[in-house]
């Protein structure tokens, strides 16, 4: 019987050991996730203050070619030329499409249907809309769960900032 009680208390050390190890990965499993949380929150900040110095940045620049589009620093002059070609592009292509709009004998707010009308009278062409209803979608399918949850993986930190590069302008 001492061979039996001999293996009942490994089998018990074992036991001990495993939850043991179990309480530790647990915890270093808990440790991670409030890193891998404060990281993407961190993230979530700088992209939140990246976007509040972009919308300073353009604020700045709209105050001051407000304040020196006539007049600017030399190192500037440029951008302004930039943004002078740009308004009038836009005076531009406004006054076109009001030279559209006023040439149209269409009413603006004219529905499909009467445009076409319209259209098949001046032909003298008969036109037959069809109006489909879709087709009612079907159920879908129960979604598979996973047998164990995964981790998101944890996001890296690079020095780079993130969104697409930006071109540099190509002022004096």
Same mark, same amino acid.
């Given at each position: 019987?001492?061979?039996?009680?001999?293996?009942?208390?490994?089998?018990?050390?074992?036991?001990?050991?495993?939850?043991?190890?179990?309480?530790?990965?647990?915890?270093?499993?808990?440790?991670?996730?409030?890193?891998?949380?404060?990281?993407?929150?961190?993230?979530?900040?700088?992209?939140?203050?990246?976007?509040?110095?972009?919308?300073?940045? @353009?604020?700045?620049?709209?105050?001051?070619?407000?304040?020196?589009?006539?007049?600017? &620093?030399?190192?500037? @002059?440029?951008?302004?030329?930039?943004?002078?070609?740009?308004? &009038? @592009?836009?005076?531009?292509? +406004?006054?076109?499409?009001?030279?559209?709009?006023?040439?149209?004998?269409? #009413?603006?707010?004219?529905?499909?249907?009467?445009?076409?009308?319209?259209?098949?009278?001046?032909?003298?062409?008969?036109? +037959?809309?069809?109006?489909?209803?879709?087709?009612? *979608?079907?159920? *879908?399918?129960? *979604?598979?769960? *996973?047998? +164990?949850?995964?981790?998101?993986?944890?996001?890296?930190?690079?020095? &780079?900032?993130?969104?697409?590069? +930006?071109?540099? #302008?190509?002022?004096?």
């Amino acid at each position: 019987m001492s061979g039996f009680n001999d293996f009942m208390g490994k089998v018990s050390l074992l036991a001990n050991r495993a939850a043991e190890k179990t309480k530790d990965l647990a915890a270093v499993a808990a440790e991670k996730t409030k890193q891998v949380s404060r990281v993407a929150k961190l993230n979530m900040d700088i992209s939140a203050q990246r976007e509040t110095i972009r919308k300073v940045q @353009a604020e700045l620049g709209r105050l001051y070619y407000e304040a020196h589009r006539d007049d600017p &620093e030399p190192g500037l @002059a440029q951008a302004c030329r930039e943004i002078d070609a740009a308004n &009038e @592009a836009i005076a531009s292509m +406004e006054a076109e499409i009001a030279q559209i709009k006023a040439e149209s004998d269409t #009413p603006q707010d004219a529905d499909f249907a009467s445009v076409v009308d319209a259209t098949a009278a001046e032909a003298d062409v008969e036109v +037959e809309v069809t109006v489909e209803t879709p087709a009612a *979608p079907e159920a *879908p399918a129960a *979604p598979e769960t *996973p047998a +164990e949850p995964e981790m998101p993986a944890a996001p890296e930190a690079s020095a &780079e900032p993130e969104g697409p590069a +930006e071109e540099a #302008p190509h002022w004096d």
